[in-house]
């Protein structure tokens, strides 16, 4: 709730008041934004299966959390380099910044943040829909990663694990 609130309350302030128009507050609205979809994303599951007492989760869940919780992750990773860059402009060439860091700018390479993450865990995601299951289905997690999901198959997975391996790098 705390996390929450305190991401809301983040966002709130930066759309209102306009002082904090800048790309830094721009950039830091984002990453708020972000956290509020990662907190939605992840806690109702978990807190549904601390009051159930289940702990295990369907594959199709498990690829559905794992796609949105992957897409989050690489966006703060490229959000992280964003906000990195836009540091780097007001600390060594704080002259240049206002040219070099405008609104536009800023827009450009926080919504290159979104598409990147949503690109990267695309590529996996469609990969691991690919994949033959056999069993039970059903993973003894209640947050799900790729791990569990490779341990499953009962087909050889390399070429699944190698292009995790390489989108990953790239993050």
């Avoid at 209102?16 to 990662?38: K, R, V, W």
């Avoid at 939605?40 to 978990?46: A, N």
């Avoid at 498990?62 to 836009?86: H, K, N, P, R, W």
């Avoid at 002259?95 to 405008?102: D, E, F, K, W």
Wanted: hydrophobic fraction near 45%.
């Amino acid at each position: 709730m705390v996390t929450m609130a305190g991401n809301i309350l983040i966002v709130v302030l930066d759309v209102a008041d306009q002082h904090l128009h800048t790309p830094m507050y721009f950039l830091l609205g984002n990453l708020s934004c972000l956290e509020i979809c990662y907190t939605s994303s992840i806690l109702p599951w978990v807190l549904a299966s601390l009051l159930t007492g289940d702990r295990t989760i369907s594959v199709s869940g498990c690829m559905t959390q794992f796609y949105c919780f992957g897409i989050l992750a690489a966006t703060e990773y490229y959000l992280l380099a964003v906000m990195s860059y836009d540091w780097y402009l007001v600390i060594c060439n704080p002259l240049c910044y206002a040219t070099l860091m405008n609104g536009s700018v800023c827009f450009q390479l926080a919504a290159c943040s979104w598409t990147s993450g949503f690109l990267s865990s695309t590529i996996v995601i469609i990969l691991m829909t690919k994949i033959k299951f056999c069993g039970s289905n059903e993973i003894d997690y209640f947050f799900c990663d790729s791990s569990p999901i490779i341990k499953l198959p009962s087909t050889v997975t390399q070429f699944l694990e190698l292009t995790i391996f390489m989108v990953s790098s790239v993050r």
